[in-house]
């Protein structure tokens, strides 16, 4: 029986569970100015993660927190403009940036977390969402 799995707590951005009910979840990891702010959703049996971050205006997709599904859960929705975009590859297939694509995060699951992907510069990441 294999062992305990060791998890980076400071890469930890949510459980599995809680994305269950909502589908989606946005987290925060760093902190000043420019903490990487991104999210994670559910596509069937994976998980991807993107940056919260609209191709189009420049702003978070979400406006309420966590929030960042179409009502049936189907696509990914900027709430400011109704930009949609696919949860599986973060293009936008309708909208003012169609076309366009949501940055994405390397992730990696570890038991019953989600974790930033190892080799994922967070503060990076954040910079080149800004």
């Given at each position: 029986?294999?062992?305990?799995?060791?998890?980076?707590?400071?890469?930890?951005?949510?459980?599995?569970?809680?994305?269950?009910?909502?589908?989606?979840?946005?987290?925060?990891?760093?902190?000043?100015d420019?903490?990487?702010?991104?999210?994670?959703?559910?596509?069937?049996?994976?998980?991807?993660?993107?940056?919260?971050?609209?191709?189009?205006?420049?702003?978070?997709?979400?406006?309420?927190?966590?929030?960042?599904?179409?009502?049936?859960?189907?696509?990914?929705?900027?709430?400011?403009?109704?930009?949609?975009?696919?949860?599986?590859?973060?293009?936008?297939?309708?909208?003012?940036?169609?076309?366009?694509s949501?940055?994405?995060?390397?992730?990696?699951v570890?038991?019953?977390?989600?974790?930033?992907?190892?080799?994922?510069?967070?503060?990076?990441?954040?910079?080149?969402?800004?």
């Amino acid at each position: 029986m294999p062992g305990p799995v060791e998890i980076d707590l400071e890469r930890v951005l949510c459980r599995l569970a809680d994305l269950e009910h909502s589908g989606a979840r946005g987290f925060r990891i760093g902190g000043g100015d420019w903490p990487l702010r991104g999210f994670v959703v559910r596509c069937g049996a994976l998980v991807r993660g993107y940056v919260n971050h609209c191709p189009h205006a420049g702003h978070p997709l979400d406006l309420r927190p966590h929030c960042f599904l179409t009502p049936d859960h189907a696509l990914i929705v900027c709430a400011s403009h109704g930009a949609l975009f696919d949860k599986a590859s973060g293009e936008c297939i309708a909208g003012p940036c169609a076309g366009r694509s949501l940055q994405p995060i390397p992730l990696t699951v570890a038991g019953d977390w989600v974790l930033l992907a190892p080799e994922v510069d967070p503060a990076a990441l954040a910079a080149g969402a800004s």
